[in-house]
Each structure stands twice: as C-alpha cells, then as structure tokens.
C-alpha cells in the first residue's frame, strides 16, 4: 500500500511521504480523486471516503488501512504499479495422450 500511496501522491504533485494525515493534502486529493473516478465509472467508490491517519508514521488502524487500500485500489494503485505488482493470469492444463486414462484394452479390463 505504501508504494501505491506515494505513486498518488507523486501523480498529484504532492509531497511523496507516504502518509495520509486526516484534514491534510494528501486525504483532501484522494477524496477529490475517488469522487471524481466514481461520477465518471460508475464503479462503486462513491461511498468510499479515506478520513484516517494511515501510512508512514500513521495509527493505521485496521479498517483505515483496509479503506485506504480499498480507495487506492479503485485508482488503480493498489497492488502499486511497477516491478512489485504481480497480475493473475489464468493458466490452461494441457493433458498429454500419453497421461490420459488408460483405455480398457491398455487394462485387460472388458
């Protein structure tokens, strides 16, 4: 979350600390960001408000780190962009002939 936190904060020209400080420029601009991807998309962050003090040197209490997470992530900066970000992608199992279930006449079995 930190690394993604700080990915907003550089995106909005804020001061890259990694924390959210409640009532400061960082809460303010998350806010104002999640609103305004909420009118656009739809998406379902229109009651996702971040008022906490999460972060480097934050309380980060449990459920203000899971809203923060939530917001950021609705941005798309959580998991944070770049090498540590790991995307799921679905894997196909091939079955070889040669693994396949045995045929009655391979098993003696009629």
Request: aromatic share 4%; charged share 25%; glycine share 14%.
């Amino acid at each position: 979350m930190h690394d993604g936190l700080k990915a907003f904060q550089e995106r909005e020209g804020l001061d890259p600390d990694g924390w959210i400080r409640p009532g400061g420029p960082t809460e303010r601009t998350l806010n104002a960001a999640l609103f305004e991807q909420s009118d656009d998309s739809g998406d379902g962050l229109a009651g996702t408000r971040v008022s906490a003090s999460v972060g480097s040197g934050g309380a980060n209490r449990p459920d203000d780190v899971k809203r923060a997470k939530s917001a950021l992530g609705g941005l798309g900066l959580y998991p944070a962009p770049g090498p540590r970000a790991r995307t799921m992608t679905p894997r196909t199992t091939r079955i070889s002939p040669s693994l396949s279930a045995p045929s009655s006449a391979d098993t003696g079995c009629r």
